[in-house]
């Protein structure tokens, strides 16, 4: 499932971010997969403030079919 989803938003989404936003989705890879799952399927977001804002970028684009 995060091949699928990661896949979708490099596909959508990957493009429309900045340099930093980029340093974040390479930091976000190494979260455990069920954190970065249970940060896209529900309402939780990372601690780190840079990483909240990706997750908030990617869901919409990862959820949509």
């Known amino acids: 499932e995060m091949d699928i989803l990661m896949t979708r938003f490099l596909e959508r989404g990957y493009a429309q971010l900045d340099d930093s936003g980029k340093q974040a989705f390479n930091r976000l890879l190494d ?5 970065i799952l249970n ?3 529900s309402d939780s977001l990372p601690d780190e403030p840079e990483l909240a804002r990706l997750i908030e970028h990617i ?3 990862v959820t949509k079919p």
């Open 59 to 61: 869901r919409p684009i």
């Open 39 to 41: 940060w896209l399927w």
């Open 31 to 35: 979260a455990a997969d069920q954190d």
